[in-house]
């Protein structure tokens, strides 16, 4: 059995916003394994465990860099948010995004290895970044980036510095817009439904099956009857078709107009889209909080002492 710490407990939490010891009750339950632990609490506490998944935990800024149909996206990473904002770091990934749109480094080591002048920094992109962390006093991280370029127009869309979206696209300008924007409210995961990883798809389907075992040994300590295989099968499926129309963009209802769905609204302008590329700053990554494993481990104590 794994030792489940007080910072797993507090990274569990921060990731679903369930209760403390729900969440020490899950990993304890999952032997430790964080993923399995978030599926348990999502079967136990139903969709409230899974809201703040897309929490953002880290600092910096999403920088985009278009010209025609060349475009790039680019997160580079802070420590706080007070340096997210500084004039220094934003030049920094506007120049950086500029970078990879006309340059099309491979990777991270590639852009870093560029030439670049800021301020008396230089002569790569490398020696501007730890001169900015000399002179700002905190790290820089360039995260990841993507690069745009082909045939299909680019629609972009930035929610202030921390949510950026690339909508590649054909025909109306101003829908191309609005589905960017549409993006950046309501997190498709893919186009269409069938483009829905297939390990997202599993997991729902994992996740609606255990339910229904749940609500059937419940029916049962209660001596109510039991739904027939059948019905649950119907039920498990209608779960994940009802996430597949949540989580894909054209089955979406429009923001703008919620009687349509993207892709009756894109018909009606005569656009399609080929694809699009969102990036949220610090998605994934957990920001540290002082002092909160010590928070958890205390009130831990006081439940077993009650």
Do not use: W
């Not at 220094?88 to 990777?107: E, G, I, M, Q, Y």
């Not at 099956?209 to 001596?223: L, R």
């Not at 009857?225 to 054209?250: C, D, H, N, T, W």
């Not at 909160?292 to 077993?304: G, I, T, W």
């Amino acid at each position: 059995m794994a030792a489940i710490t007080a910072s797993m407990v507090g990274e569990l939490r921060a990731k679903t916003d369930a209760p403390m010891m729900e969440c020490k009750k899950a990993l304890t339950e999952a032997d430790g394994d964080m993923g399995r632990a978030e599926e348990i609490l999502r079967v136990k506490l139903g969709n409230k465990a899974g809201k703040a998944a897309s929490r953002i935990t880290a600092e910096g800024v999403i920088a985009i860099s278009v010209t025609g149909n060349t475009g790039a996206m680019i997160e580079i990473n802070c420590e706080t948010d007070f340096v997210s904002k500084n004039d220094s770091f934003l030049a920094f990934t506007k120049h950086c995004a500029a970078l990879v749109a006309t340059s099309n480094p491979a990777d991270v080591g590639a852009l870093s290895a560029l030439p670049l002048a800021q301020e008396s920094f230089g002569p790569t992109v490398e020696d501007v970044r730890k001169g900015l962390i000399g002179k700002i006093g905190e790290n820089v991280a360039i995260r990841r980036f993507k690069r745009f370029a082909g045939d299909h127009k680019l629609a972009t869309y930035l929610h202030g510095t921390r949510i950026g979206v690339v909508v590649e696209f054909t025909g109306d300008d101003v829908a191309g817009k609005d589905v960017a924007m549409h993006v950046a409210a309501m997190k498709p995961v893919s186009v269409s439904s069938a483009d829905v990883p297939a390990e997202l798809v599993e997991k729902e389907r994992r996740i609606a099956a255990e339910k229904a075992s749940e609500d059937a040994a419940t029916a049962v300590a209660a001596g109510k009857p039991v739904q027939s295989p059948e019905i649950v099968a119907k039920r498990v499926e209608g779960s994940v078709q009802k996430y597949l129309k949540e989580v894909s963009l054209f089955n979406q209802a429009f923001v703008k107009n919620d009687k349509q769905t993207v892709e009756q609204m894109l018909k009606a302008a005569n656009t399609v889209v080929a694809g699009f590329t969102m990036y949220v700053v610090g998605e994934g990554i957990e920001k540290k909080v002082d002092d909160f494993a010590a928070e958890v481990a205390a009130q831990v104590a006081a439940a077993k002492g009650g």
